[in-house]
C-alpha cells in the first residue's frame, strides 16, 4: 500500500470523497456534511492523501490549519468497505500525523460522528482523547471530537 498526496478536486479524490458523503447520510439522515472545499483546499493551507494498492483507491484522508499553524483538523478520513478491516485507516492517520509534524504543528484536532464506532476505536487506540467539540461541531449532538499532541 502507498500513500499518495493528491489534489481533492481529482477525479480518484472526488469518487472517494462521494463514497464517503454517501456514507455519512446514510448513517445520518437529514444531518449536515462537514466537508472541504476542493477546489480551495490546498490554498488553504490543506493536505489531501489516498491509499492505494496498486492501480486500486483504498481510501483517503486530510489534514487542514485550524488555528494558524498550531493546530491542523484531520478531515475526509475514509476506506471503501471492501478495503476495511486491513489497516488502511491507520495507515493513513499516521501518514497526516508525520506531515502535521513535519510542518510544526502542536496538536491534531479530529471530529468523527457518534455512530462511527470503527473511527473511535481507530482514535482512542492512537492515543487522541475526548476533547469537547469545536468549531461548527458544537452545535451538534452527533459529533465526538479527539485531540493529540503533534
Known amino acids: 500500500m502507498i500513500i ?8 480518484e479524490a472526488a469518487a472517494l470523497i462521494l ?18 472545499d476542493a477546489a480551495n483546499f490546498e490554498k488553504a493551507g490543506g493536505y489531501f492523501v489516498v491509499a492505494r494498492d496498486g492501480n486500486q483507491a483504498l481510501g483517503c ?13 484531520v478531515k475526509r478520513m475514509f476506506v471503501s468497505p471492501a478495503a ?3 489497516g488502511v485507516a491507520r495507515v493513513i ?18 471530529e468523527t460522528g457518534n ?3 470503527e473511527a473511535i476505536a481507530l482514535y482512542e487506540s492512537e492515543d487522541y482523547f475526548p476533547i469537547p467539540a469545536f468549531l461548527n461541531y458544537a452545535a ?5 471530537c479527539f485531540a493529540k499532541r503533534a
Open 4 to 11: 499518495t498526496p493528491v489534489d481533492p478536486a481529482s477525479p
Open 19 to 36: 463514497e464517503l458523503d454517501l456514507d455519512i447520510a446514510a448513517r445520518y439522515p437529514g444531518s449536515p456534511i462537514n466537508g472541504i
Open 61 to 73: 484522508g486530510a489534514f487542514r490549519p485550524v488555528v494558524g499553524d498550531v493546530c491542523a483538523e
Open 84 to 86: 476495511r478491516r486491513r
Open 93 to 110: 492517520l499516521r501518514h497526516l500525523e508525520a506531515e502535521i509534524r513535519r510542518r510544526g504543528f502542536q496538536s491534531i484536532v479530529i
Open 115 to 117: 455512530l462511527q464506532t
Open 140 to 144: 451538534s449532538p452527533i459529533s465526538r
